[in-house]
């Protein structure tokens, strides 16, 4: 029996912006009445290391989504979509910003950081694979700091919530100040995904 | 009314719905963001709210918050239960006036932490109760219902959410806040219930022991207790872990008998009810086995058959922390039910590691750089707790144990008879947390060697907060600023110096300076946080490569995430303008953006 509505992972780099889609989904859902759970990553991990947030929506049970069980993979970073892939299910949705972030492991010559092709194909094997370079899309918006909202509005095309109850949560979570670059990078993430 | 809350954010707000009036904490994750929320709104009620200097402190002052009549909570992550841990062993036997409550933060799984020590048995420990939280709406309603059992029982009461609670999302059912005064009336004297000299404590302590069938009597029906017999399998579950059950369970959909635990002492007559109505049961908890125990012990006594499943049959890890998928085919496994296998993803071991790093521009790296300079890379370098750890990757961290170890691990090291060059590290806040006696210690023992204090000017791994060398209150009020120099003065460095570790040649000549020292020298390298700079509206100059950039990868080493290198280096748009690297370039071919 299915015990979540709706499981999304959502991971990146620390600083990218994780929590913020996960809170104006939860506040989306507050407002629609639905009940919502999530897990996030504060501490040490958040200095530029692999960040990973659950969300569950219709949910009544832990905030943990359970490997193999995520609706949709959300990464905000290419690399971290594969690193975390074992927890989408088979035919869900990957959502994947293409813009690597390279890690220290990779600018001081450890390691070598993959093609998007090798990124993807495991991805491709067994889910949808949306891909877009959200961070150039959302320096189109005016702010390449709202990539993270970029991926929200192709994300809402997916999710359980009318989308004018997620836009007024985007509303009340950002300043005021950035309120239409916001809206803008949430129209044109949503754009990219064929409805 | 139904808010989104922050497991954390729940915890404070379940405080001040206590009416509690003062609330004293050391960050600490994941527990500090409980003081960083009262913090924000404090101004709007009558209550004290500060970030003390460490766990002691905070304890400490939250007894006397209770003893003078007030409700008050200390917070701190589990480890700082370490420290505060000689007050709150014989609290327990002295006891509160108002409510008392502590909250130890447990972090299963080392997310952020050194250890993954159980708060349950510190409870064990010192005959105190304690409720486990299972998410945010638990953690509201439990930390209410914590201040009247203390105050009913007179005993300290901890709290302990897990990482996956406090640092958990969900919608959650608020309350009423009261408004009015939250202090109490004042101390009132009672030295056989305030002195623990020999004569009250032996008394006392008989006193704690007695009162604990009591509590454990009073536990047994709150409303996190719930049992639901249906046959004879089972599975009892404490804590998040109840919720992991009953997910499987439903997933599963499997109708078989559940015992929920949220209060310990664990509720022996619902454990014995469930006992003696089953023949096999599945004991569910993270970390330590204090419900398998309590189980076995009620199961010799009621149902000596009974097949126990838990950590013990290694069927739930003892380490670490539980998961849905882990209890559910635990469960399955358990009911002869298929097994979900994890995904097996081929090709993820093309993902780089993405350990956290110091960010770019960050003072400590600097600092590091040049102390590698001065001291070589056969110098012992003892470490401490914070974001400098991170710097693991340019080998001056060669220990970290626990807040302040640094400095004394370093005194033994020389008096262990290792005469290699030694260099302490150790942050400003954990200095003033646990290092000044350390420092004290070393000058008074003669002990040669180097303390350099990485000064960042704000506690930053656990979310920037003020400290008493900031000058600023938990609340934002200005206050006396401790000078760390004087400080160390005072404790009986005998060669003090203050370096900016952006000019890498006075950095490199005042850790030699140290290094030559014939005695405790101690070397302050003061460089504010670069987050809270950018958050403060500094905006940062950058550089770049040049064309003169012959590939000799001497700035690479310097692991700064800004630097890239193909061939050649190239500086991304991480850079916030240090300057370091363009010192180390020998080419010179590092230079301002104009």
């Known amino acids: 029996m299915r015990t979540s509505n709706c499981d999304m992972v959502i991971v990146g780099v620390g600083g990218q912006g994780v929590i913020l889609i996960s809170e104006i989904i939860g506040r989306a859902a507050l407002k629609a009445g639905i009940p919502v759970r999530a897990a996030e990553t504060h501490g040490m991990a958040q200095r530029g290391g692999s960040v990973i947030n659950h969300t569950r929506l219709g949910c009544v049970y832990g905030p943990m989504v359970p490997e193999g069980g995520a609706d949709i993979l959300l990464a905000l970073e290419p690399a971290e979509a594969l690193r975390y892939g074992r927890y989408l299910s088979t035919g869900g949705v990957a959502l994947v910003n293409t813009t690597p972030v390279l890690p220290t492991t990779v600018t001081t010559g450890q390691f070598r950081y993959p093609d998007i092709e090798e990124i993807l194909a495991p991805l491709r094997g067994f889910a949808r694979v949306i891909a877009m370079n959200a961070t150039e899309i959302a320096e189109r918006a005016g702010n390449p700091q709202t990539a993270n909202i970029v991926m929200l509005g192709a994300m809402s095309r997916f999710m359980p919530v009318d989308e004018a109850l997620i836009l007024d949560a985007l509303r009340d979570s950002v300043p005021r100040k950035y309120i239409d670059v916001n809206m803008k990078a949430f129209e044109l993430g949503k754009a990219e995904v064929s409805g | 009314m139904r808010e989104y809350l922050l497991g954390n954010v729940a915890i404070a707000r379940g405080v001040l719905e206590a009416g509690a009036g003062l609330a004293a904490g050391y960050p600490g994750t994941p527990s500090s963001e409980i003081i960083d929320t009262l913090s924000g709104i404090a101004s709007g009620y009558d209550i004290h709210i500060e970030w003390s200097v460490n766990e002691k402190a905070a304890l400490e002052v939250a007894i006397g918050g209770s003893w003078a009549g007030t409700r008050s909570v200390a917070t701190m992550k589990h480890v700082g239960l370490n420290v505060a841990a000689d007050p709150f062993m014989t609290l327990a036997y002295l006891g509160v006036d108002a409510g008392l409550v502590i909250v130890s933060a447990d972090d299963p799984y080392c997310h952020s932490s050194q250890n993954e020590q159980d708060t349950r048995r510190y409870a064990q420990f010192a005959s105190v109760p304690c409720l486990d939280p299972a998410d945010p709406q638990e953690a509201l309603d439990m930390t209410i219902y914590a201040f009247d059992l203390s105050e009913r029982f007179s005993v300290p009461v901890l709290l302990r959410p897990t990482t996956r609670v406090s640092h958990a999302r969900s919608d959650v059912e608020t309350g009423r806040i009261p408004e009015g005064r939250r202090r109490g009336r004042g101390f009132i004297k009672d030295p056989a219930r305030r002195v623990s000299l020999p004569v009250n404590a032996r008394p006392l302590h008989r006193a704690l022991i007695d009162k604990q069938k009591d509590i454990e009597r009073a536990l047994e029906s709150a409303p996190w207790n719930r049992l639901l017999l249906k046959g004879d399998v089972g599975v009892i579950a404490s804590g998040i872990a109840g919720l992991y059950a009953e997910e499987a369970l439903a997933n599963l959909e499997a109708d078989i008998s559940l015992l929920r635990i949220g209060t310990y002492p664990a509720p022996s007559r619902k454990i014995e009810e469930f006992v003696k109505h089953t023949s096999k049961v599945m004991v569910v908890e993270e970390l330590e086995p204090v419900v398998e125990e309590t189980v076995e012990i009620v199961a010799r006594r009621c149902n000596p058959e009974l097949e126990i499943l838990g950590k013990r049959s290694g069927d739930i890890p003892r380490a670490g922390e539980l998961d849905p998928l882990t209890v559910r085919n635990a469960i399955a496994r358990m009911l002869g039910m298929s097994v979900t296998a994890p995904r097996e993803l081929p090709g993820t071991e093309i993902v780089p590691p993405r350990p956290p790093s110091l960010c770019p521009g960050c003072g400590h790296r600097a600092a590091y750089y040049a102390m590698r300079k001065a001291f070589g890379k056969d110098a012992i370098y003892t470490n401490d707790i914070g974001c400098y750890t991170i710097g693991i990757s340019m080998g001056t961290v060669d220990t970290c144990l626990c807040m302040g170890a640094s400095i004394t691990i370093g005194s033994g090291i020389r008096f262990g008879g290792d005469e290699r060059p030694i260099c302490c590290c150790i942050g400003d806040s954990t200095f003033l947390h646990a290092g000044m006696t350390g420092l ?52 009986g460095a005998g060669h003090v110096e203050c370096v900016d570790p952006y000019n890498l040649e006075e950095s490199i000549d005042a850790f030699t300076r140290a290094r030559d020292f014939p005695g405790l020298s101690v070397v302050i390298s003061k460089a504010p946080c670069r987050i809270l700079l950018r958050r403060k509206g500094e905006r940062f100059r950058r550089y770049r490569v040049t064309d003169e950039c012959v590939g000799c990868r001497q700035c690479v080493e310097f692991s700064c995430p800004a630097i890239e290198f193909d061939e050649r280096a190239f500086i991304n748009q991480l850079c916030t303008g240090c300057g370091v690297c363009a010192q180390i370039c020998p080419k010179g071919a590092i230079e301002v953006v104009k």
């Open chain 2, 440 to 491: 004290l210690n070393a000058a008074y023992n003669k002990s040669r060697m180097t303390v350099a204090i990485l000064d960042n000017s704000t506690t930053a791994m656990t979310g920037h907060q003020p400290h008493p060398g900031t000058g600023v209150t938990a609340t934002g009020e200005e206050t006396v600023r401790i000078s760390l120099e004087e400080i160390a003065r005072a404790l």
